[in-house]
């Protein structure tokens, strides 16, 4: 067991696979609205997914999830199931979207808004996303693994939120979810030295409120055990020569 390293090949339709999860992502923006359920939702990337893209959903019926997407609103920190409840104004969102295309994995998620949200949810997306960024940042080779999470964590907390123990990112690839386990806390001397051709997620959850989470009867669903409202962004990343590349990003983020 260990750190598979992607061949120049298999990068090309990491690469491919990468965007096609971002495409879904910018795809799916006008949609999230007040009103819209994430039912409606799942059904339009599902569809976007299969048709345009000639792609397969992977969370539809991995280990049993009975969704094409995971849509975790509020205080849901991962693995929200979409259902039939309307989004209302002021409701914070994550859609995490994973396609295989060509037998491999492009996985990312962004927040959305809906309608106009409290400053306090605002600034609970604005730091969890500059948290992600700061763990990419420490993507390179040289670097260990807890770089990254010791990064996220650092800057979470500074502002006085917490990070979720619980899920981390992994390696992706043919497989969904491969070696490394990737910590959203840390320190910088612990886990496996980063290593050119190595591709996987970051994607830190953070807690307004303290960083317990429980999971739901449906063994999926997990959701803050304060209530306080989480956030999540994720990216799909590769170590390059010198640095990184992010095979998930979207033009807006350019
Ligand atoms: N996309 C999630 C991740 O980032 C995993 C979802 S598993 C599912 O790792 F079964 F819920 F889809
Ligand atoms: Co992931
Ligand atoms: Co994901």
């Given at each position: 067991?260990?750190?598979?390293?992607?061949?120049?090949?298999?990068?090309?339709?990491?690469?491919?696979?990468?965007?096609?999860?971002?495409?879904?992502?910018?795809?799916?923006a006008?949609?999230?609205?007040?009103?819209?359920?994430?039912?409606?939702?799942?059904?339009?990337?599902?569809?976007?997914i299969?048709?345009?893209?000639q792609a397969?959903?992977?969370?539809?019926?991995?280990?049993?999830?009975?969704?094409?997407?995971?849509?975790?609103?509020?205080?849901?920190?991962?693995?929200?199931?979409?259902?039939?409840?309307?989004?209302?104004?002021?409701?914070?969102?994550?859609?995490?979207?994973?396609?295989?295309?060509?037998?491999?994995?492009?996985?990312?998620?962004?927040?959305?808004?809906?309608?106009?949200?409290?400053?306090?949810?605002?600034?609970?997306?604005?730091?969890?996303?500059?948290?992600?960024?700061?763990?990419?940042?420490?993507?390179?080779?040289?670097?260990?693994?807890?770089?990254?999470?010791?990064?996220?964590?650092?800057?979470?907390?500074?502002?006085?939120?917490?990070?979720?123990?619980?899920?981390?990112?992994?390696?992706?690839?043919?497989?969904?979810?491969?070696?490394?386990?990737?910590?959203?806390?840390?320190?910088?001397?612990?886990?496996?030295?980063?290593?050119?051709?190595?591709?996987f997620?970051?994607?830190?959850?953070?807690?307004?409120?303290?960083?317990?989470?429980?999971?739901?009867?449906?063994?999926?669903?997990?959701?803050?055990?304060?209530?306080?409202?989480?956030?999540?962004?994720?990216?799909?990343?590769?170590?390059?020569?010198?640095?990184?590349?992010?095979?998930?990003?979207?033009?807006?983020?350019?």
């Open positions: 067991m260990s750190i598979i390293i992607k061949s120049a090949s298999e990068i090309e339709k990491m690469r491919t696979a990468g965007k096609l999860a971002a495409d879904v992502l910018e795809m799916i006008p949609f999230v609205v007040a009103g819209v359920t994430t039912n409606q939702l799942n059904q339009y990337c599902h569809d976007y299969i048709d345009v893209q397969i959903p992977a969370p539809l019926n991995y280990k049993g999830f009975p969704k094409s997407i995971c849509t975790s609103v509020n205080h849901q920190v991962c693995h929200g199931i979409p259902n039939d409840k309307p989004l209302k104004n002021g409701d914070i969102i994550n859609v995490d979207i994973t396609v295989i295309k060509e037998g491999y994995h492009g996985d990312t998620s962004k927040m959305f808004s809906v309608g106009d949200v409290s400053p306090f949810a605002q600034r609970l997306m604005d730091v969890t996303y500059q948290a992600l960024f700061l763990g990419i940042e420490q993507v390179k080779p040289g670097n260990r693994f807890g770089a990254i999470g010791h990064a996220i964590q650092h800057y979470a907390e500074s502002n006085r939120y917490s990070v979720v123990r619980e899920f981390c990112g992994h390696g992706v690839g043919r497989d969904f979810h491969e070696e490394p386990h990737v910590m959203h806390f840390g320190k910088v001397t612990e886990g496996a030295f980063m290593e050119p051709g190595m591709i997620t970051i994607e830190p959850m953070i807690n307004q409120g303290k960083k317990e989470v429980k999971t739901l009867a449906d063994k999926w669903q997990a959701v803050t055990k304060d209530h306080s409202l989480s956030a999540q962004w994720e990216h799909t990343v590769l170590v390059t020569d010198t640095g990184y590349e992010i095979l998930t990003l979207r033009a807006e983020e350019l």
